[in-house]
DNA sequence: TGTACATCAGTGAACGCGCGTTCACTGATGTAC
DNA sequence: TGTACATCAGTGAACGCGCGTTCACTGATGTAC
């Protein structure tokens, strides 16, 4: 990669670090193209040198954040229960450090909102992402749907609406001590989430870290 | 009432009436003033005998949105276990019906991204509005907290998680059967969401209709 | 009942501001010979 | 190796637009006498 080449990617690099910052802390009307670029050092003007408009960086922005976002939250293997599983990820997902650490929490709650107004296209990027975290959450891989039982991917479907839902309802409201029994309650009613299991209990093939 | 009273109480309503449905389908951001007023049939210079700012504006028309809300989704009393009602209120809320019919839909969704990054009054009314559906699916009083036992109001709450975040899910994706899915399945962890009761199961004194 | 004045809901033009986007330009890097 | 030109990441002024808010004004309603 030449010299310029190289200098063109550490910005384009500051520039997504900046927008997936502001986009998970103010969401998408909040990831604003100047100020975004302020905060990657640059002029607005140089934004289009990078995306072709400010959709294409509010889809890259949701990529970029939620790739960091998932690899902290489920992070590397393990052995452990299916519902075992779950309970993990949701006491890690499920606390008042992630809900008022904004700038490094997790994309997929931060704009559930913003993507139910946008276009399709942004809509396309939130739902693919929002498959791959169901199936880290399932332990399986990025792009893997054969190996995992329909009943699990279910599990863990309302396992992550109870996950964003709980986190959302935290931060509207006023009162902290409320804030923090909302999280209590929503960790608490992970552990009654899993379906009857089906027939045989396979062995799932784990994984380990939070946000997404 | 004099007569010019009532012609100011009928626009307020008006009013009301037009924030509440562009607050539910585009959130704050969508309640505009020019919009709303316009919607009432007045022009926006009017808006300031009615209210002092934006702001006041928002939190009225999320009272007037989530008591209608309640009103249909709670409805009336009648007789059911805690598991039946919650898995009846689950069946009402988590309906594409209700994804798709923004204009009509819950506030409680549509706003919660929206008052986590507002001020204190604002995220204060959201508290308080939330507090009072969590008491209408105990079916208790609007005021009234000292008659629900605190392992319920913990069920209720995280019930309410799972309906919003189910909701707000649903919405946010691109393709309609993988929303109906999600909708599916939040649907069917409401099932199991019931804390193991308290010793005594106390008789439930319930009510009746759907959206927050 | 009639007249004179006060009140006030609503009008419509204007404001300052931040937004996304455009564009002529700069100057360091890369390429051709 | 040296010169001449092309490329292109980044700059900074400018655009049109929608936002919340202000304000002088209108005209129907309400009140005092």
Same mark, same amino acid.
């Given at each position: 990669?030449?010299?310029?080449?190289? +200098? /063109?990617?550490?910005?384009?690099?500051?520039?997504?670090?900046?927008?997936?910052?502001?986009?998970?802390?103010?969401?998408?009307?909040?990831?604003?193209?100047?100020?975004?670029? +302020?905060?990657?050092?640059?002029?607005?003007?140089?934004?289009?040198?990078?995306?072709?408009? /400010?959709?294409?960086?509010?889809?890259?922005? +949701?990529?970029?954040?939620?790739?960091?976002?998932?690899?902290?939250?489920?992070?590397?293997?393990?052995?452990?229960?299916?519902?075992?599983?779950?309970?993990?990820?949701?006491?890690?997902?499920?606390?008042?450090?992630?809900?008022?650490?904004?700038?490094?929490?997790?994309?997929?709650?931060?704009?559930?909102?913003?993507?139910?107004?946008?276009?399709?296209?942004?809509?396309?990027?939130?739902?693919?992402?929002?498959? /791959?975290?169901?199936?880290?959450?399932?332990?399986?891989? =990025?792009?893997?749907?054969?190996?995992?039982?329909?009943?699990?991917?279910? =599990?863990?479907?309302?396992? +992550?609406?109870?996950?964003?839902?709980?986190?959302?309802?935290?931060?509207?409201?006023?009162? /902290?001590?409320?804030?923090?029994?909302?999280?209590?309650?929503?960790?608490?009613?992970?552990?009654?989430?899993?379906?009857?299991?089906?027939?045989?209990?396979?062995?799932?093939?784990?994984? =380990?870290?939070?946000?997404?």
């Amino acid at each position: 990669m030449s010299a310029r080449a190289e +200098l /063109k990617n550490a910005s384009l690099q500051r520039i997504l670090n900046a927008s997936a910052a502001r986009l998970r802390q103010e969401g998408l009307s909040g990831a604003a193209v100047a100020a975004v670029m +302020l905060d990657a050092g640059l002029t607005h003007g140089a934004f289009y040198c990078h995306f072709a408009n /400010k959709e294409d960086l509010a889809i890259a922005a +949701l990529r970029h954040a939620l790739k960091d976002n998932r690899r902290r939250w489920v992070g590397s293997a393990r052995r452990e229960s299916w519902l075992d599983r779950l309970i993990r990820l949701g006491r890690r997902y499920l606390t008042p450090a992630h809900r008022d650490d904004l700038a490094d929490s997790c994309a997929l709650a931060a704009v559930a909102s913003d993507a139910a107004r946008s276009g399709p296209a942004f809509k396309a990027a939130y739902q693919e992402e929002a498959l /791959k975290s169901l199936r880290a959450i399932c332990a399986a891989a =990025d792009d893997d749907d054969r190996t995992i039982d329909p009943a699990r991917f279910d =599990d863990a479907i309302a396992f +992550l609406a109870l996950c964003i839902g709980g986190m959302s309802l935290a931060r509207a409201v006023n009162d /902290k001590a409320f804030s923090d029994r909302i999280l209590a309650a929503c960790r608490q009613a992970v552990g009654s989430l899993t379906a009857p299991l089906p027939p045989e209990p396979p062995t799932a093939e784990p994984t =380990d870290d939070p946000n997404s």
